[in-house]
Every structure is written in structure tokens, then in C-alpha cells.
């Protein structure tokens, strides 16, 4: 094949120079982050040599937070600037949560997401999450010596829109580059798959401290196929902590405590669970704040009469995923554990006896997710060669609108494999109706009571017709992170009236960019550079990609088209040589558009060179 | 030149035949996706990017439709100009009719017993067989694209009411 090379002197066909990218675990209980060094995934460490940073932040009214075990230390002293397990609280409305009072802290019901009231003043659960992010990004940063090309973070596969897009924002608040949300049990099973060199299907049973994830994947050749998944995205180890507790009040007859009372029982509580893992019984002893000490022991065969239930509601998903995929138990070749609480001797037999097999325990379930999402952003950074493995995910909760009398109407199904994009038509009710709502939900139920609501907006400008007449399309798109857009559109009349919704339950971009600039603040970077450096950041990639796609591309563009597009390169160049950001912008826009047709031909030649490469004899037949 | 108007079967170069070998499916697919999938041109141009994901969606959709035999079978007629599941399509022989009356009896009395719920169970799945080589037959050496279309309107009933059995089997 014959290759058109050009180069010019500062960007020649780029030398594959390796970009820093890390996979983050955003946890319940405690966060991590891994990155793939010289071929193989391992997890960051702190001075101290610890991997795991505890999902703790204390806030104070005169100093920047502080993130970690440092916080963790004190949390029984400063509960309600203390604030743990905050990803419980991620995309949640106030009245959402069910356990408000057995939390220590000032809950805010502001509109949208709660906040929580604390010395540095009322603080978004993205915020405290961007925190963590924060501190994970300045140990990333520091180990590997340079700034992060990008980052993957983990959620829960049955998190839903709100709480994803919440996570995606706190990412953007830490000053991180998000080049996926990816399912914590797909993570898993990259790691896995990969360590393990596993074909044929496979069930990942994550039980991590605040959710439930079950997904059943398809591994063959370097594809990773979410066949179904399913979950509890209020479940988790914290709910066996919270047994214990509530078992403490009954023995002993106490009753309202005082924050760092219950701050100091749920952490002794923690103590004995997991004391419990290893040993028939634990002691569980403290003194409260008004010098009061209550010594008890607690019996494993009393804790899992006390938590019998949680662990049956975990089965629940399991069967339901199986049913979804269509599969039976015979089906399954392996069972992973991940997440610290399927340490639990209880969570592993009851698994082992579901399935009919002794779960795979082989990798720390407490690195394991952190690990493959490292691969995965060692992928996307475009560290690797293509060819070496692939995720097809699915959508874990259906998608849907709101129609007359509160049904839902179906529009993506839930195990949808993404991305996906379905469209549904809808009409008018009243003769010259000139607008119509929509009201997006997500969820199982007939009821849109009964589900989630992401989001609502209007279409105005239809024009006036009779009732049933117009025909207005609604088209989901879920992208590969498992966000969805909404866009609607007047069709009969060939009048356009389009709107884009991206759910925005919680944060507003106003917010958002408030938040941007006070979080600035404290790392003293000011705005505008940074937007600039985002845009020469951009900038640079891009004319890296465009310079490797015609390296590898360039006999598919004729004379003139090559040399428009090397006129967009060399504006765009010398644009990044200056510091004005809008013109960077600029120049950057007429390049992506000036590339449309060029990637429209190479997307043909991939998918040709795909299936006659490895078919011609049964395509030609 | 390959186009987002191309038919879901050209996509994956298989013939217009109902009669698909699932494992050819499957591999193609997962070729495809290996090609087009937007992870694999996560450091390509945006708008590569972007066509990466709709090509993407397209091959997923089109997948979903071709696993499904009852799907493949709609999606094939439809092809032909032929809806098969219309709402206004409702006319059904008087004898499939009456043997649904009596699956529908069969399953009100089954509920809560295992036995008879495999028995009807076990029924249903040889009716779905046979309509499936039925409509196999129609489709790809017949022709009879009406009749097909009635035999389709009969396998989504039964696929319907598997589901209810199936139901019934978590209510025990």
C-alpha cells in the first residue's frame, strides 16, 4: 500500500511516546488507583507505602481538607466534618435516604442532590468525592512523575444515570480527565481474564461496602461481553455494620447517641465484622463519651443469623442476571469474588452453594477492580497496540419516558449493549398543541412512581395540528459510559425543533463551573490557564491523531484533500503557539470538521479490512 | 461503500436466509466490534470517534435483531414489505384459537404445580420448535411470505405465554 508520508519539522508521525494513565477504584470504603507499568498493571502507593486511601474527608472552616487515613483516625472525634461512605449519598435526592438517621451528619434537603453541612460550609457528595479524587490524582501525579493524560474510574455496574454523571463530575471537579466510566465487575474481570487467561462465561459477585453488582460476562479471544447484569445499589458491607450496631442498641438498651458515639459503635462494629472472618468470635468493647463501657462478644453464629437476610437479598440479582442472559447454572465456568466484604466466610458459602462451585479468590478483592481499569486506561490512552481486548458493556436499568395516566413507556431495555441508540414516536393530544413535556425515567417498574426521574423538558415550536397528527420522534443515546442524552423532534411538517437533554439531576453546569473556580481557588491555579492548557492539551492529541491517521491512511484523500487538512494542521499549530484559548478552540473545531470525510472513508476500510480479513471465503460464498 | 442504510444481514455479510448459523454470528459480530468499536479509536480525531460509536450502535442493534429468531424472522419480512406484527394484523386460524384457549386453561390450573407446569412447559417448547422449522421453511425455500407472516404472529403468542409459565415456575 502506498503511503503519502508528510513531515514536518515538530510533528512528525508521532514517536509512540508512552502517556500516563491510571485506573481508579472510587470506593465505599476506601479508593485506589493502578497503572500499567512496562506491561503489567499494579497498583500506586503512598509515601507510607499504602495502596488503599480510605474514602474519608474532614473539612475545617480555615484549612483545605484532609483526605485519608488521617481523617479516618479522627472521624469518631469530628463526625460531622468527617464525612465517610459518601458514595452512598452520589446522585441522591434527601429524601432518597433511608438511613438519614442513623448518619452523624447535617444533612442539607437543597434541591437536586443533599448536600452536607460541614466547618467549610455545605458540601456537595460530588465535592467530598472530588476530594478523594483529588488526593488520588496529586499520589498519581507524584509517582509517576508527570501529569495524567486521562483516567478511568470505577462505578457500581447497577449505578444509575444521576449517580454516574455525578461521578463523571466529580472527576471533572479534581481536574482528572475521564476517558471511561467503567462497571467495577467488568474491571474485575478484565484483571481476572487477563491474569487468568479464561475463556467462556463467567459471573462477577462484587460486594463492595455500600453496593451490589452481579454481572455474567463472555470471554472469548481478548472480548470481554457483558451478557447481563444486575444489582443493589444500596447493599453493601455497611449494611452487616449497621446489623451489628443495631443489635449493640438492642442488647445494652441504649438509645439516641450522640454523633461520636455512633461514629465510635459503627466503627467498633466494623471491627468485629471483619474480626469475625478469621475467627468462631470477636470482642467488641468501647468507652462512649460519657465514660460508659460496654464489653461484649459477638458470636459468628449470631452475626449471620443477624445479616441472613442481606445475604439471601444478594442472591436475588444473581438469579435474575442468569434469567436475563438466558442462561443456566450449568452455563457457568467461574465465579469471581470482589469487593472487602466477600471476605465474609457466610457471603462465600452462600455464593458457592448458589452457584454449585468454590469461587475464584485468587486476586486481592480489594485491588482487583483498581487493576482493570489501569488496563483499560492503558487502552484508551492508546498506549497498546489494538487487538488485544475489547469490553462490550450493557446498560444495567431500562430507559424510558413517561406517558399518559404515569406508565412508563419502555425505550432502551436494560442489558442493552452499548452504545445504543433507539428512537420512539410520539403525538399529540389536543388539537393545535404547540409544546409538549417529556419526563425521562429510568427503572424496572410499570409505574413512573415507581422509578427513577432523571430528567424533564419541553419541545415547543411544534406546529398546530390536529390532535394525533405530528409525530414527534424521542431518541435515547447511551453512550459507551453508560450516560444517556435525550433529543426530541417534530418529523410530519419537516419543521425541526430539536432539544438535547443531558440529565442533569444534582448539578447544574452553573454549579459546576462555581465549583470549578473555588476548588481553583485552593490549588491557587488560576481559570484561564487552565482552560488554555486543556485546549493546547487537546490540541496536541489531536494533531497526534490526525498525523497518525495519515500516516497510516493518507492514499484515501486525494491531492487537494491532503493538503486542506495539512492547512487546518498547520493553523492549528501555529494557533497553540500563541495564548489565546478561543482561537486554539477555533482552529481546533475547522480541523475536527475538516477530518469528517477523511474518518467517514477509514471507519469503511477498518470495517472491510475486518470482515474480509478473517471471512472472504464465506463472505464470497 | 458500507452505509448506515445497508441491511443488518449484508452488515455482517450473511446471506438474507433465516436460517443462521448462530456461531458465524457471533464471530462476526465480535469481528466487527473489534473494528469499529469507539475503544478502538479512542485516540483517533473526534469525529472519528463519534462515527465509531454510531457505527457501534448499529452493529449492536443489528445484532440484537439477528440473535432473536422471532426478530430475524420480523426483520426479514419486513424486507419484503411485509409487517408482521402490525396492530391491524389480528386474523388467526380458528384452530390455533381454540388450542390457545386451552393452553391458557392448561396454565390457570398449573399455577403452583411443578408437574403440570413442566408438562405444558415441555408442550410449548415442541409448539415453538416446530413453528420455528416452519417458518424456516417459508422464509428461505417457500417464499410464502404471508403464511410466514401468520406463523411469526403464532410463535410470538407462544413465546409470550413461555414467558408466563416461566413466571409461574418463580412463583412455586
Known amino acids: 500500500m502506498a503511503l503519502l508520508q508528510i513531515s514536518e519539522p515538530g510533528r512528525s508521525a508521532a514517536p509512540h511516546q508512552h502517556r500516563l494513565a491510571v485506573g481508579i477504584d472510587l470506593g465505599t470504603t476506601h479508593s485506589l488507583a493502578a497503572t500499567v507499568k512496562s506491561g503489567s498493571a499494579e497498583v500506586i502507593r503512598d509515601e507510607a507505602g499504602a495502596a488503599l486511601l480510605p474514602s474519608a474527608v474532614r473539612y475545617f472552616s480555615d484549612q483545605p481538607p484532609v483526605v485519608g487515613h488521617e481523617a479516618l483516625a479522627v472521624q469518631t472525634t469530628d463526625p460531622v466534618n468527617t464525612i465517610v461512605s459518601v458514595k452512598r449519598l452520589m446522585g441522591r435526592a434527601f429524601q432518597d435516604i433511608a438511613e438519614a438517621a442513623q448518619l452523624p451528619y447535617r444533612l442539607v434537603d437543597t434541591p437536586g442532590m443533599v448536600k452536607l453541612d460541614t466547618a467549610a460550609g455545605a458540601r456537595s457528595p460530588v465535592e467530598v468525592s472530588a476530594d478523594i479524587l483529588r488526593t488520588l490524582r496529586a499520589r498519581s501525579e507524584g509517582a509517576l512523575g508527570g501529569e495524567l493524560t486521562g483516567a478511568v474510574i470505577t462505578v457500581p455496574a447497577y449505578f444509575d444515570d444521576a449517580q454516574r454523571q455525578a461521578t463523571k463530575d466529580a472527576a471533572k471537579l479534581a481536574g482528572l480527565n475521564v476517558l471511561r466510566l467503567l462497571n467495577e465487575p467488568t474491571a474485575a474481570a478484565i484483571a481476572y481474564g487477563l491474569d487468568q487467561g479464561a475463556e467462556g462465561i463467567y459471573a462477577v459477585y462484587d460486594l463492595g461496602g455500600g453496593t451490589f453488582d452481579l454481572s455474567v460476562l463472555k470471554l472469548s479471544r481478548g472480548v470481554f461481553e457483558v451478557l447481563a447484569t444486575s444489582g443493589n445499589a444500596r447493599l453493601g458491607g455497611d449494611d452487616f455494620d449497621q446489623r451489628i450496631y443495631g443489635w449493640v442498641l438492642a442488647q445494652t438498651g441504649l438509645a439516641e447517641l450522640s454523633p461520636q458515639d455512633m461514629r465510635l459503635l459503627l466503627a467498633a462494629a466494623r471491627r468485629a465484622k471483619e474480626a469475625l472472618s478469621d475467627a468462631p468470635e470477636a470482642p467488641l468493647a468501647l468507652t462512649l463519651g460519657n465514660g460508659q463501657s460496654l464489653a461484649m462478644t459477638l458470636a459468628r453464629a449470631i452475626f449471620e443469623d443477624l445479616t441472613h437476610d442481606l445475604v439471601q437479598q444478594t442472591l436475588l440479582p444473581c438469579r435474575k442476571a442468569l434469567k436475563d442472559a438466558g442462561l443456566s447454572m450449568q452455563d457457568i465456568k467461574g465465579v469471581v469474588l470482589v469487593g472487602g466484604a466477600t471476605r465474609m466466610p457466610c457471603i462465600r458459602q452462600a455464593v458457592a452453594e448458589f452457584f454449585g462451585q468454590v469461587p475464584l479468590t485468587n486476586l486481592d478483592p480489594d485491588q482487583v477492580v483498581a487493576l482493570g481499569a489501569a488496563i483499560q486506561a492503558d487502552i484508551l490512552a492508546g498506549n497498546r497496540q489494538t487487538g488485544d481486548l475489547l469490553l462490550l458493556d450493557v446498560t444495567p436499568l431500562s430507559l424510558g419516558i413517561e406517558t399518559m395516566g404515569g406508565l412508563t413507556e419502555r425505550i432502551i431495555p436494560r442489558n442493552a449493549t452499548l452504545p445504543v441508540t433507539r428512537a420512539q414516536d410520539f403525538t399529540t393530544f389536543k388539537d393545535g398543541q404547540t409544546a409538549m413535556s417529556f419526563h425521562v425515567v429510568q427503572g424496572e417498574r410499570e409505574l413512573v412512581a415507581d422509578c427513577r426521574s432523571l430528567a424533564r423538558f419541553e419541545l415547543r415550536g411544534i406546529p398546530p395540528m390536529v390532535a394525533g397528527a405530528a409525530r414527534i420522534r424521542v431518541t435515547f443515546q447511551v453512550d459507551a459510559d453508560g450516560l444517556l442524552s435525550v433529543s426530541a423532534r417534530e418529523q410530519t411538517s419537516g419543521m425541526e425543533a430539536a432539544v438535547a437533554v443531558k440529565p442533569s439531576y444534582g448539578l447544574s453546569d452553573g454549579e459546576i463551573a462555581r465549583m470549578l473556580s473555588e476548588s481553583y481557588q485552593y490549588a491557587q491555579e488560576d481559570l484561564q490557564a487552565r482552560s488554555l492548557h486543556e485546549q493546547l492539551t487537546e490540541a496536541g492529541r489531536m494533531l497526534e491523531a490526525v498525523a497518525a491517521a495519515l500516516a497510516g491512511d493518507g492514499d484515501l484523500l486525494s491531492a487537494e484533500e491532503h493538503q486542506a487538512i495539512d492547512g487546518l494542521m498547520a493553523a492549528l499549530t501555529e494557533a497553540t503557539l500563541g495564548t489565546d484559548a478561543a482561537r486554539v478552540k477555533a482552529c481546533l473545531d475547522k480541523l475536527n470538521e475538516g477530518t469528517q470525510v477523511f474518518a467517514g472513508r477509514r471507519m469503511d476500510r477498518s470495517i472491510r479490512q475486518a470482515l474480509t480479513g478473517r471471512a472472504i471465503g464465506a463472505i464470497a460464498a | ?172
Request: net charge negative; proline share 3%.
Open chain 2, 1 to 172: 461503500m458500507i452505509d448506515f442504510s445497508q441491511n443488518h444481514l449484508d452488515l455482517f455479510g450473511l446471506p438474507a436466509r433465516f436460517d443462521v448459523d448462530v456461531a458465524t454470528l457471533e464471530e462476526r459480530y465480535r469481528t466487527l466490534q473489534s473494528a469499529i468499536h469507539p475503544d478502538r479509536h479512542a485516540t483517533a480525531p473526534e469525529t472519528q470517534r463519534r462515527l465509531a460509536a454510531q457505527w457501534a450502535g448499529q452493529v449492536n442493534e443489528a445484532y440484537r435483531v439477528l440473535k432473536s429468531p422471532l426478530e430475524r424472522g420480523r426483520y426479514l419480512l419486513s424486507l419484503q414489505g411485509v409487517d408482521a406484527l402490525a396492530p391491524t394484523q389480528t386474523s388467526m386460524p380458528a384452530e390455533f384459537l381454540m388450542q390457545q384457549m386451552e393452553w391458557r386453561e392448561e396454565l390457570a390450573e398449573a399455577r403452583g404445580d411443578y408437574a403440570a407446569l413442566s408438562r405444558l412447559e415441555q408442550a410449548l417448547q415442541r409448539e415453538h420448535h416446530g413453528l420455528l422449522n416452519a417458518l424456516s421453511c417459508q422464509l428461505d425455500e417457500l417464499g410464502h411470505y404471508e403464511v410466514a407472516a401468520e406463523t411469526l404472529r403464532k410463535l410470538k403468542f407462544i413465546a409470550r405465554l413461555e414467558e408466563e409459565v416461566s413466571e409461574a415456575f418463580e412463583a412455586l
